[in-house]
Structure formats: structure tokens, C-alpha cells
């Protein structure tokens, strides 16, 4: 019936026979499955986070019908407010790190990588392609209450009994670095393989030292770069939960946890949706700002 | 110069230095995964015996099928639903492609921990499927649409398209120069799609562990559950091993594809 709707509505729109609204309809047989499956598994899920953030929980967890911010309230208050703030820190923190150690290796890289380059970039990728939760097990087999530092400090006789190196804020952080310094990495390396060398010799014979070289010339023609891989590491980094879960505990929390605490947990689920359009909205905020000021391609470009 | 040349020392030893950090667990991981010392993370002897449990240990071994089954499936959907979208979207014009390009692009923008708890909420309150496969699936193949497209996408940026115009001036109809023609160029896209998916859903851990429901244990919610409270065993360490080495493999045949590629 609706589908009736749709095509009179069209055809007295368009004013034309029913074989050239078939013919402007062409594209449906191949956008149209894509359409419906965004609109059933991508759009309404969220729509209904955003519904259900706003609405009661009743005390045996069903929800109620009734409009609050409450949820949001609470999200910005007190212990949790703290954990959202902490969120940011730890998401900055992790993306000025990424940036200080990943630009120099893109760069070192496209130096002195030479025929190497290629095989040096696939070691850069390759951790990104693992399932991470093996690579955070694996960093635990090294920092670990039973791992590889602490036996060897151990059966040194250095210390006496394992440090405890991780549930920390550094050790949270130091996960996230390890995790998404890779996406870092490669869009500072294409950016930088793309210059054209020209550019930074004319500076040299116009005689630049190679600190104001960098400074005033690789440095702002890298922009793109450094604009994208701060993107990618950003981003999901405000909605990690894995990395504090394994290396943080209990004492080091970020947003994602929260939703986890709320959905899986305690069953909250008002307020793990009030959590979750907060990221989301963040999100999108960022990937807005980044098209506005990056131009059309700019998201394509980056993903 | 003498500066510079100690900037250079100093810029090769962070690289060395931050490489290494990226792979000592890696190949702690794989090391330990051959030493006998059952605690895992001490070397006593060469052997391969926590491979061989690996292989008899039934709890592994249907993970793993659970695994390559739901990759399997959300691979074919996906390649399959990102072909026809990506000819769709570089074919026609139409009103609302450039909203349909950003949306699509969704599922892998938003965190993951969104994606998924936002599915658990749809699934369990408001349209009431059971979590199971089923459930996995659509969420995987969600997070994945977005690949398949892209990577055809800019593959068809590339095809000379005259041939199907050839194709349908000499009289072949719609489905045949789809299958001999338009298929066949795209291929080489098609299957890169499908080898950046496959591991993609293989690994997947955060939108698995919600939409999954208790019973369907992937090999990462099989892994994740040990590790949980600190286990370090050399079974995982096998496992670990597997998985690192799995991408290896993928980035590999990816390679070689996008070689024949430019052919």
C-alpha cells in the first residue's frame, strides 16, 4: 500500500509516464537492500537509544514511559561526571602520544625506509589486523602481576615480591597508545610520502636549517596526515572499554565501561543509552567539524 | 650537520625502540606458545604438545567453527549487499546518494561499544529476536556493508566500463553481462573485500560478546573468558598465535590480489 503511495506520489511528482519513473527508478534493485538493512540495523538502533535515553527505569528494570534527563544528569554528576571527563583526558592524552611517537617513525620511515618501506609499514599494520584483545593478553603476558618483567626482576632478586605494574591510569593509557598508534602511523606516512621532495629541497637551497625545514615546511604540508590519524585514534578511543577493563580493573574506568556497567551488568538501560548518545553524538560532532573544515572527500579520504 | 646527526640517532633509536614495544607481546606470545613450562610464560623445552591440545580441546575447537561459520556468512551477505551498493551508487544518479554514502559509512564511524549495545537493545527490547546467530550475524554484516563498498567502489574507479557497454550493444542481456562481464572485472575487488571482512568478523569481540546471548562462544569470547581473571596458559598462547599469524596470511593473499590487480 505504501509502496502504491510512493510511486503515484512520484509519478504526479515527476509528471512522466510510468516507463520513465521505472527508468529513474533503476537504481532501487541495487541501493535498495543496502537502504532498508541501514534503516532496520544501523538508523533504528540508534534511534531507539536516543528514545530510550530519555525514559524512566522502573526499579525491576523495565522502562517507563516517562520523560526524564535524569540519565543525562547523572551521566554529567558526581562519580560518573568524573569518569566522563577522565574519558576525554585519556582519549587526548592517547592521541598527542600516537602523534609524538608515530610521526617521527612515519618519518623515519619514509627517510631511511628505502626498499624497505613497504615491508616496514606491513609490520606497522599487521598488529591492527590481530584480534586485539590477544594483543592486550599478550601485553599482559609482559607487564602482568605473573608476566615476563616481574619473573625476571624476581629470579634477579631485585624485588621480592611482582610489582604491580598495571590497574592504572598509565598503564590504561599506555594500552590505548599500544593499540592505536598503528592508525596513527599510516595516514602520517601517506602524507608524507606524498610530499614532493622538490619542495623541501627548494628550502634547503634557500637556506633553511633542517629545524625550520621541518617546521616551516614538512610540518604544515603534513596537516592532512596528522588531522586523519588524530580522527581515527580519537575516536575510537572514546569508545574503548576493552583496554581499561584488562589493564585498568575496577579503579580505572572509561565511558565505554560505563555502558557495559549499565547494559550487561546492572541492566540500567536508560542510562547506559543516555552513555551511549553522549559518545555518539561526540562522535559525530568531531566527523562533522572534520567535513566542514576538511572539505567533501575528507571522511572517505580518512576511512 | 653534527645536529643533525644526532637527531637522526635519535629518531632511529625511538623507531627501533617503539617497534620493539610493538612486538615483543607478539612474539613473547609466540615463544612461549612452543615452551613446555605449563604456566606459559617461562621457557623450559621446546614442544608442540599445547598445539596438539589446542587441536583435541572441544571447547576450542567448536569456538572456532562458531567463529569461521558466522565470518563466513557475513562475508557472503556483506560482499554481496557492498557490490550491488557500490554499482548503485557509482551508475546512477539519484536523490539522497550523498546522505546514503555518509550512512553507510555509520556503523564503522560510531564506537563499537554503541554499535553493539545500541543492537542489544534493539534485539532483546524492542523487535524481540533471540540472541543467537542470527543476531551476530546482522550485526556483523552491519559493521562490515561499509568495506565491501568502499574497497568496490574504488576498484570500479579503475574498470574499463566500454566492455559492458560492448557487452550489451552486441545483445547480451542485463544478467548475462553482469555475470560475464561486470562480475568478472570486479573480481579481483570483490575478493579483496571478502579477505578484509573475513578477519574483520573473525576478531570481532565487542559486538559479538553483546549481540551473541550466553552459548554462542566465539573463539574471542572463548579467549576473552579465560584471560578474564588472569589465566595465562600456554593453550592461549597457541590461540594468540593462530591469531597473529591469521592476518599474515590475509595480508598476504591481499597483496597478491591487488597485484592482479593491476594487471
Excluded at chain 1, 49 to 78: A, C, D, H
Excluded at chain 2, 37 to 60: A, D, H
Excluded at chain 2, 137 to 159: D, K
Amino acid at each position: 500500500m505504501q509502496l502504491n503511495n510512493f510511486i503515484e506520489k512520484n509519478k504526479k511528482r515527476s509528471g512522466k509516464g510510468p516507463k520513465k519513473f521505472l527508468a529513474a527508478q533503476a537504481h532501487l534493485p541495487y541501493v535498495g537492500p543496502i537502504s532498508i538493512w541501514i534503516i532496520l540495523f544501523v538508523i533504528a538502533p540508534l534511534g531507539v537509544v536516543l528514545y530510550f535515553s530519555f525514559l524512566t527505569r522502573s526499579p525491576v528494570g523495565k522502562i517507563i514511559n516517562i520523560f526524564t534527563l535524569e540519565n543525562y544528569q547523572n551521566f554529567f554528576q558526581g562519580k560518573y561526571g568524573i569518569i566522563f571527563l577522565k574519558t576525554l583526558l585519556y582519549s587526548f592524552e592517547t592521541n598527542i602520544l600516537c602523534l609524538f611517537l608515530g610521526y617521527p617513525i612515519a618519518y623515519w620511515i619514509v627517510k631511511y625506509g628505502g626498499r624497505w618501506k613497504t615491508t616496514l609499514i606491513f609490520f606497522v599494520i599487521l598488529p591492527s589486523w590481530t584480534c586485539y584483545l590477544i594483543r592486550l593478553y599478550a601485553l599482559k603476558t609482559i607487564v602482568g602481576r605473573a608476566g615476563l618483567i616481574n619473573s625476571l626482576l624476581l629470579n634477579l632478586n631485585l624485588i621480592s615480591s611482582p610489582l604491580e605494574i598495571l590497574y592504572n591510569p598509565y598503564a590504561v593509557v599506555f594500552g590505548l597508545v599500544y593499540t592505536w598508534l598503528p592508525f596513527m602511523i599510516l595516514p602520517v606516512y601517506a602524507s608524507l610520502e606524498g610530499l614532493d621532495p622538490s619542495i623541501s629541497e627548494a628550502s634547503v637551497d634557500l637556506g633553511a636549517t633542517p629545524f625550520q625545514r621541518f617546521f616551516t615546511v614538512t610540518l604544515p604540508l603534513t596537516k592532512g596526515g596528522i588531522i586523519a590519524g588524530s580522527i581515527l585514534v580519537f575516536i575510537p578511543t572514546l569508545g574503548e572499554w576493552l583496554v581499561p577493563m584488562l589493564l585498568g580493573g575496577a579503579k580505572v574506568m572509561m565511558a565505554g565501561n560505563l555502558v557495559y556497567h549499565y547494559f550487561v551488568i546492572i541492566g540500567n538501560v536508560p542510562a547506559g543509552c543516555s552513555v551511549a548518545t553522549v559518545l555518539t553524538s561526540l562522535v559525530l560532532l568531531i566527523i562533522y567539524l572534520s567535513i566542514k573544515f576538511g572539505g567533501e572527500g575528507a571522511l572517505e579520504r580518512i576511512v | 650537520m653534527k645536529s643533525s646527526g644526532r637527531s637522526t640517532i635519535t629518531l632511529t633509536v625511538l623507531t627501533v625502540l617503539v617497534y620493539m614495544i610493538m612486538w615483543a607481546p607478539a612474539i613473547v606470545l609466540i615463544v612461549f606458545s612452543f615452551s613446555s613450562n605449563k604456566y606459559g610464560i617461562s621457557w623450559e623445552n621446546f614442544t608442540t604438545r599445547w598445539y596438539f591440545e589446542l587441536l583435541s580441546n572441544v571447547g576450542v575447537r567448536k569456538a572456532l567453527a562458531r567463529s569461521v561459520f558466522i565470518a563466513l556468512v557475513t562475508v557472503v551477505i556483506a560482499t554481496v549487499t557492498g557490490t550491488l551498493t557500490a554499482y548503485g551508487l557509482y551508475k546512477f544518479k539519484f536523490r539522497g546518494k550523498g546522505t546514503l554514502r555518509t550512512v553507510i559509512l555509520l556503523p564503522i564511524i560510531i564506537p563499537y561499544i554503541v554499535t553493539a549495545g545500541s543492537l542489544l537493545v534493539y534485539f532483546t527490547r524492542v523487535i524481540h529476536i533471540p540472541l543467537g546467530y542470527i543476531t551476530v550475524i546482522i550485526a556483523h554484516v552491519s559493521f562490515s556493508i561499509p568495506l565491501s563498498v568502499f574497497v568496490v567502489l574504488g576498484r570500479m574507479q579503475r574498470i574499463n566500463w566500454t566492455l559492458e557497454e560492448a557487452s550489451m550493444d552486441l545483445g547480451a542481456n542485463k544478467l548475462t553481462t553482469w555475470r560475464k562481464i561486470t562480475i568478472p572485472l570486479l573480481l579481483p575487488a570483490i575478493i579483496a573485500s571478502a579477505v578484509l571482512i573475513f578477519p574483520w568478523s573473525f576478531n570481532d569481540f565487542t559486538v559479538t560478546y553483546f549481540t551473541a546471548g550466553v552459548g554462542i562462544t566465539t573463539l574471542p569470547i572463548y579467549v576473552f573468558s579465560q584471560i578474564r581473571f588472569g589465566t595465562i596458559g600456554p593453550v592461549i598462547n597457541t590461540i594468540g598465535t593462530i591469531f597473529i599469524l591469521l592476518p599474515v596470511i590475509g595480508l598476504l593473499l591481499m597483496n597478491f590480489f591487488q597485484k592482479k590487480e593491476m594487471l
